[in-house]
């Protein structure tokens, strides 16, 4: 599902980001992205998000080369992939229904079709009952929730995560990545940056570590 060959990045004013990364997850796989603060993390989420392209070696998604993306095609591969931030910067005027149904209405889904799929992925986070609240009156960790069934209301094959316990507790944070371990169950390409250790150590998945922008780890066998 997503491979990094010979990957580097260096911006503009000369600052090295990246320098040759080499790494692949499968479709299906759950992976955490760790590494001090500034060590490219970041970085690295952009280029697998289109946001920026690499100086030199090959990003791919399913095949697809990034890097040959552009405007309309680049538009809609971002759309299909599922975001997760620390911080879900939900829309406080409208209703968590809304909300969430919102990519859908920026992708043009069918109105009809839309209740379906924001009902199923409200009910995957534990919130159908308040979809027709505002964000307003919801807990950090509840808003968090609704960021997450916004990232997979549109049933991505890739979901990226930054930092998405940043700002919880940790039973909050154990529950968040219960809900991710579900969706990678059920098939989901799940990439989770993060700093927090005992996150990373709750759970067997591979890590990936970064440092100084290179790959010194990759958690394979």
Excluded: C, W
Excluded at 70 to 89: C, I, T
Excluded at 174 to 185: E, G, I, K, L
């Amino acid at each position: 599902m997503i491979e990094f060959e010979g990957v580097g990045k260096v911006y503009g004013d000369g600052q090295v980001a990246l320098t040759d990364l080499n790494f692949r997850l499968a479709p299906g796989e759950m992976a955490f992205l760790t590494g001090h603060s500034g060590a490219g993390k970041s970085t690295l989420l952009r280029l697998l998000l289109g946001l920026e392209k690499a100086t030199t070696g090959a990003v791919r998604v399913a095949g697809t080369d990034l890097a040959t993306l552009s405007g309309e095609r680049l538009a809609k591969y971002r759309r299909r992939v599922g975001v997760v931030f620390q911080d879900p910067n939900l829309e406080e005027d409208l209703s968590v229904f809304d909300n969430v149904a919102l990519p859908l209405r920026i992708a043009g889904f069918d109105e009809d079709e839309i209740p379906k799929r924001v009902n199923a992925a409200l009910s995957r986070v534990d919130l159908l009952n308040r979809a027709s609240s505002s964000p307003r009156v919801l807990s950090g960790g509840q808003q968090q929730r609704v960021g997450i069934a916004r990232a997979i209301v549109h049933r991505p094959a890739l979901l990226v995560a930054d930092e998405p316990t940043g700002n919880l507790d940790p039973e909050l944070s154990a529950r968040v990545m219960r809900m991710f371990t579900q969706f990678q169950q059920l098939g989901v390409t799940i990439l989770v940056a993060t700093h927090e250790r005992a996150v990373v150590e709750s759970l067997p998945f591979r890590q990936l570590v970064i440092e100084q922008g290179r790959l010194i780890s990759d958690g394979s066998q």
